[in-house]
Each structure stands twice: as C-alpha cells, then as structure tokens.
C-alpha cells in the first residue's frame, strides 16, 4: 500500500533560517506526491505536487520539494523561513486505487523572531 | 472562482444521534471526495464520488454513507454518532479521479459528539 512518513511532528526554525520538512514514501508503483499545508481553523491547501514530470518541483509561497527515488524522499524545503509560514504541513500520496490521498500525520512547523 | 464549500461550519450532536454534512464542489469539478481529520493527525480517506458513483471507500464503518447530486454536490451522513466521531470532516473536489488530478480542499466541518 502506499503511505507516507514524515519526520518530526514539530519543527522549530528562526525567521529567515532554511525550512526542511521531510517525508518519505512507500509505494509499489511509480508515485504521485503533494504536499498540502494547514493553517488553523482552516481546511487544506496545496503547496505542490510531484507527478513525475520533473523531480525538483516548485511551489507556492517559495516552498519547492525534491522527489529522490533513491532514497524514497519528497522533501519540502524553503530557503528563508517567514512569520507566515507558522502552520501544519502535511505530505501525501495517492493510493494504489487512485482515489484516494493517503496523508502523512503532519509536522507543525514553529518560526521564531 | 468560489473554492469547495461546505456547511455547516461547526456542529454538536450527542451520541446516537445522526449528523448530516454538505459540500459543494468547485464549478466543474466532477469528483468529490470525504476525509475525517481527529485533532493532531493526518486526514483519514472515507469516499469518493465520481459522477454520482461511488468510486473508493476507506475503512469506516456503515454508519458513514454518502452520496452525489446531478449538480456535483454531496452529502457525508454519520448514524448512531459516538464520542468518536468527533473531528474535522474535510471535503475535497477535483476535476477527475485519476491518481495524479489534484484535489481541493473545502475549510471543512468541525464536528463535535457529546
């Protein structure tokens, strides 16, 4: 079955400081991955998606992720943190069937002055 | 253009009692899809909907059904509700149900089961 791993529920960095949020997958077939982010009391959104056109795949809000088969990886990075970036993170696959997006548990990302 | 709707935005049931969740999704968008986030975790699979066929289904219990409209629209009913219920019901729609289509998240129903 394909799931998701992501490492670390809580990552603390300073304003302006590199975001690394990692994630890794499993899947018995070539995989479609997302990453989605979730500021509180709201649904959510997509930050970007890999469907294998290109492995260093770039975002909104300045985030970009690159998918390693060599290391089952998608991770998301960002190279300046901002205030705004404070939310939860969640990375995601498809599932084998196709419908549905099996999530990750999140990591809740903390920026500091 | 309007994103995924749903209504309504906040609910308290009591246990036993039935809950019954809406959402719209984006206009054009054929496939509607239900998720179930309990507090501090990833969102868990319960349907999916294509042409007002069920699609997928995830692993909840027959008190979870759902269905679609014509107009795309759908509904996620809960019976004999139980504490455990209580969560953040999400609705996503996208315009197909292949595995790379992306699917857009509406802000979600926040239920709560006393």
């Known amino acids: 079955a394909q799931s998701v791993t992501q490492l670390g529920s809580h990552v603390s960095v300073s304003e302006g400081a590199l975001v690394l949020l990692r994630c890794n997958y499993s899947s018995s077939v070539p995989p479609y991955l997302f990453w989605y982010v979730q500021y509180p009391n709201q649904g959510l959104q997509l930050l970007l998606k890999y469907t294998s056109a290109a492995t260093l795949v770039k975002g909104i809000n300045g985030f970009e992720a690159e998918f390693k088969k060599s290391e089952t990886s998608f991770h998301l990075t960002k190279p300046s943190a901002h205030m705004s970036d404070a939310a939860e993170y969640f990375c995601a696959v498809n599932s084998n069937s196709g419908y549905a997006l099996n999530f990750g548990k999140g990591t809740s990302l903390l920026v500091t002055p | 253009d309007a994103g995924v709707t749903q209504s309504p935005t906040h609910l308290i049931k009591t246990r036993g009692q039935h809950v019954t969740l809406r959402c719209s999704p984006i206009?054009?968008?054929?496939?509607v899809s239900w998720y179930q986030q309990v507090l501090g975790q990833g969102p868990q699979f319960i349907f999916q909907y294509y042409e007002k066929e069920e699609r997928g289904r995830g692993n909840f219990p027959d008190r979870f059904s759902a269905r679609q409209f014509p107009n795309y629209s759908s509904e996620l009913n809960v019976n004999a509700l139980l504490l455990g219920d209580s969560a953040l019901y999400l609705c996503?729609?996208?315009?197909?149900?292949?595995?790379?289509?992306?699917?857009?998240f509406g802000p979600g129903t926040r239920l709560l089961v006393l």
């Open positions: 996503a729609s996208s315009w197909d149900s292949p595995r790379q289509e992306t699917q857009y």
């Open positions: 206009s054009g968008h054929k496939s």
